[in-house]
């Protein structure tokens, strides 16, 4: 039997939709505006990528085209690049939540819940 514990968490993302919160640092998701099947294939091209980096770490010239890879793929899903989001507001992307406008609503997101008394 797994122990819950175990088991990874839902993702938290911000409530606009523009940011993942990893261990308390924004990370920019994927632009919701692309096409499914786009999406997918940016992802798959990422996870590709990925494998390659850890297939090439001793060959500094393959090593470097998968990173290259992996960076392609990144701008293409949104995550880095230009943002997707056309309203102004600046890209926080790995940023510590805590020194960001999105800091109160964070404090209470990641509250614990009281335990019930009997």
Do not use: C
């Not at 523009?18 to 505006?33: C, F, K, S």
């Not at 890879?69 to 510590?96: I, Q, T, Y």
């Amino acid at each position: 039997m797994t122990d819950m514990s175990d088991r990874p968490s839902a993702a938290l993302f911000t409530p606009d939709g523009r940011y993942l919160i990893v261990r308390g640092r924004l990370w920019r998701a994927a632009n919701p505006d692309l096409a499914e099947s786009d999406r997918k294939n940016f992802v798959a091209e990422l996870m590709d990528a990925r494998r390659a980096i850890k297939q090439y770490r001793n060959d500094s010239a393959a090593l470097a085209k998968a990173r290259r890879r992996v960076h392609l793929a990144k701008v293409a899903l949104g995550e880095r690049g230009p943002v997707w989001w056309s309203d102004g507001a600046p890209d926080l992307n790995r940023k510590l939540v805590t020194g960001t406008p999105y800091a109160t609503w964070f404090a209470t997101a990641v509250a614990p819940v009281p335990a019930e008394h009997e």
